[in-house]
């Protein structure tokens, strides 16, 4: 059964700062790997995706990885900012219509 | 430019009420997905539709139900709603079932059942 794990739930940072979010998964037989902002009382957007066949994904000061052999991913975040103050989920994508989601890890960047 | 829809956002029901969430989405996705979201857990799939007309159970079903009567609507409905389906609940769709295929969600509807 795939069980995606988000290390640590929680993250506070001073501006500025460049970050690095885990993602972790059990079963490496995914079709993509999701990354997603929620703000609170919000739903999900999403930020990237990485299909199974590519390494990485870039969008602006974002960046992700994905290795399959290790069943791990990484949000990467340049020069994080006070805006960027929200949960970020990752999900993967396995056989059938199944998305398995994380817990989310909840990321505070002071001003 | 509306995406997905839900409605409504908020409710209070009474242990062994019925009611109706309705998800609407204007970017003629055929795939359609409710999720429940509960601290500390992630979001589940409790059902899915990969079509007009198709519904499928998900991981955590009971205690619901769908239909998907048009492409663009996905209700899913309490019978006889319980204490422990109190969660907020997201609608969400894709275009279709493959890999490429970014998730699109609503806002949430938050479910209070006392």
């Known amino acids: 059964k795939q069980e995606v794990t988000q290390i640590p739930a929680a993250l506070s940072v001073p501006e500025g700062e460049n970050l690095v979010l885990n993602c972790s998964f059990t079963d490496s037989a995914i079709y993509n790997l999701q990354w997603f902002r929620q703000d609170p009382g919000k739903g999900l957007t999403s930020l990237l995706l990485i299909q199974s066949s590519q390494r990485e994904q870039t969008s602006g000061r974002l960046n992700a990885s994905l290795d399959k052999s290790s069943g791990r991913s990484t949000l990467y975040i340049a020069a994080s900012q006070p805006g960027d103050s929200a949960t970020y989920l990752c999900?993967?994508?396995?056989?059938?219509?199944?998305?398995?989601f994380g817990a989310g890890t909840r990321l505070f960047v002071k001003a | 430019n509306a995406g997905v829809t839900q409605t409504p956002k908020f409710r209070v029901l009474k242990t062994g009420q019925s009611m109706t969430l309705l998800c609407a989405q204007d970017?003629?996705?055929?795939?359609m997905y409710w999720y429940r979201q509960d601290p500390g857990m992630g979001l589940r799939l409790i059902h899915y539709s990969v079509g007009e007309g198709t519904t499928a159970k998900g991981e955590v079903p009971d205690g619901y139900n769908v239909s998907r009567l048009k492409k663009q609507n996905f209700l899913l409905g309490l019978e006889s709603a319980a204490p422990s389906q109190t969660s907020v609940y997201f609608c969400?769709?894709?275009?279709?079932?493959?890999?490429?295929?970014?998730?699109?969600f609503g806002e949430g509807s938050w479910l209070t059942v006392v």
């Open positions: 970017m003629n996705h055929e795939y």
């Open positions: 969400a769709s894709t275009l279709t079932g493959g890999a490429g295929n970014t998730i699109y």
């Open positions: 999900a993967v994508k396995t056989g059938g219509f199944k998305t398995i």
